[in-house]
């Protein structure tokens, strides 16, 4: 049994060895905050995606629009295999559609308010285009409806990510969703 106070850390007490999930959301919303602390709860290991495709070369070429590089998807998914079979991961990235279905026990999808994400995102330096473009995916719900046309409607969970009491509420809930979907599972 999880425990949970209001506002403050929960417990993960369960076995996690098996448990594969996978936090996304717009850039800024507080996937790395969340899924560090996560990680360091519940002794899951923390896989940032963007991360690891830069240490290993998974990019084909570079976006001048954007101003970012862009993905080489199948080297990434080769990369990511032997890791996710082990079990035991919290993934951490800005998409989920290319990601094989059967990964994933449960999926966070983070939100956060308009105008928080915009200073959010002006404070890590974005301006224009991408500036603009990633407002608007907050605003359509773009990674969201991703999420709901990818994976199965009861694995999938929005969680609202605006201030610090919502971060350590999220690690409630989070607890309580893990229990869930262990029990579901223990037979
Ligand atoms: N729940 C939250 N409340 C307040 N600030 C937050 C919250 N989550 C993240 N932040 C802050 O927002 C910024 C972006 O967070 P980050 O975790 O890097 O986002 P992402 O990984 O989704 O791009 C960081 O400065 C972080 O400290």
Known sequence: MSTC????????????????????????????????ELAEKSGLEWLEVGKL???????????SLYQCPVLDEDKLLDLMEDK???GGKIVDYHSCEFFPERWFDIVFILRTDN??????????????????????CE??????????RSYKPEIVHELQSNTPQEMFANLCKISEFVEGWRQSTSG
């Not at 495709?53 to 976006?63: Q, R």
């Not at 994400?117 to 608007?136: A, T």
């Open 5 to 36: 106070v209001k506002h403050a850390y929960c417990e993960f007490f369960f076995d996690l060895i098996t448990f594969l999930s996978v936090f996304i959301g717009t850039p800024g919303v507080g996937k790395s905050t969340l899924s560090k």
């Open 53 to 63: 495709a830069t240490e290993n070369c998974c990019f084909e070429e570079y976006d």
């Open 84 to 86: 996710m079979t082990g």
């Open 115 to 136: 105008t928080t994400l915009y200073d959010r995102l002006v404070s890590r330096g974005y301006s224009g285009k991408k500036l603009e473009d990633n407002i608007q």
């Open 139 to 148: 605003i359509f719900q773009t990674i969201l409806e991703e999420a709901q």
